[in-house]
């Protein structure tokens, strides 16, 4: 398994700020995934980060507004720019086992934006 | 598109006795399904999966059942324990790991 932490834990911010969310792993792994979970709504993959090339997003997210960081194996970083009350939610890093498909997730960052 | 749903958004079992928990799916290219469970302030963990060329894999109290006619998966827990109470999340993935889908989660509810 792979013990996965993020940062902040949680914000409020105020509409049109930037909030950066760290995920920390304790091992290297290749792929790193992004995931929202806005209230009352399934789990969604905003992008895969693989380290040493750009992030894929999924259909729905553009760079520009979640802009992705993957400087080594075990650390990935997850921009919310120009941010808007529809932005408040649940963000969680992950990452995939090297042996099988199961994932583990961080602790997740609870954003709320006034 | 919703391509997993979980059509309980809760439910409520009481201890000792079975909770069966329900997921259906739209596209049939996903080949591997799994469960998590969620408690509140923490992050989503895996508890059990199935590949599409199964139709049961049971672990412990836990037993996935996949219908892929139905397209269709369900997680049994037998005994149901109070610590269970969670919220569960059925996913489905394709050969494309950018294709994992989440359902929106079942709370489920172990009464002592």
């Known amino acids: 398994s792979a013990v996965i932490s993020q940062k902040p834990s949680r914000d409020i911010c105020q509409r049109g700020t930037s909030l950066t969310i760290q995920c920390q792993v304790d091992s290297q792994v290749t792929m790193m995934f992004w995931y929202r979970q806005q209230p009352g709504q399934s789990l969604t993959l905003i992008a895969t980060?693989?380290?040493?090339?750009?992030?894929?997003?999924e259909s729905g997210f553009v760079i520009d507004k979640f802009p992705i960081s993957r400087p080594n194996l075990t650390f990935s970083t997850l921009t919310v720019s120009n941010m808007s009350p529809e932005d408040s939610s649940i963000y969680l890093c992950?990452?995939?086992?090297?042996?099988?498909?199961?994932?583990?997730f961080g602790p997740g960052t609870r954003l709320t934006v006034t | 598109d919703q391509q997993v749903k979980q059509n309980s958004p809760s439910l409520s079992v009481q201890e000792g006795r079975i909770s069966i928990l329900n997921c259906d799916y739209t596209?049939?290219?996903?080949?591997?399904f799994l469960w998590y469970k969620k408690y509140p302030a923490e992050g989503p963990t895996f508890l059990i999966s199935i590949s599409s060329i199964k139709d049961k894999n049971e672990d412990g109290r836990f037993t996935v059942f996949l219908n892929k006619s139905a397209k269709h998966l369900s997680l049994h827990i037998v005994p149901s324990q109070p610590g269970d109470s969670a919220v569960y999340f059925c996913a489905a993935q394709g050969e494309n790991n950018n294709d994992m889908r989440f359902g929106a989660g079942t709370r489920l509810t172990v009464k002592p």
């Open positions: 992950s990452v995939e086992s090297s042996l099988s498909y199961e994932q583990y």
């Open positions: 980060a693989n380290q040493g090339s750009e992030a894929t997003y």
């Open positions: 596209n049939s290219m996903f080949d591997y």
